[in-house]
């Protein structure tokens, strides 16, 4: 975990965002805290994220999300030397956790 990251209003956003319970909830929160470009961003990553794992190309990925290769390539960063969060998320989604 980057420490940087870690304060007290953060882990008051996590512990808000846990407290969700359909994804009809998430809409509506993510809606008021995100401004529709952030929210898409945020979801674009996770696609970029997901079609990664897939071994997509970059030029796959660029076309299908919009995705520019600076992007793809922080992303793809954060699956190989990050913290694995993405992958701890994908297991869940996959029922393998």
Do not use: P, W
Not at 89 to 97: D, M, N, S, Y
């Amino acid at each position: 975990m980057n420490n940087k990251l870690k304060n007290e209003a953060v882990d008051y956003l996590f512990d808000a965002i846990l407290q969700l319970k359909s994804k009809e909830e998430c809409y509506n929160f993510f809606e008021d805290l995100c401004t529709v470009n952030e929210l898409l961003s945020l979801s674009q990553r996770f696609d970029v994220a997901a079609m990664l794992r897939d071994k997509k190309t970059y030029l796959e990925i660029a076309e299908k999300t919009g995705a520019s290769t600076a992007t793809i390539s922080r992303v793809n960063r954060s699956l190989h030397y990050g913290n694995d969060g993405y992958e701890l998320i994908f297991q869940r989604i996959e029922g393998k956790e």
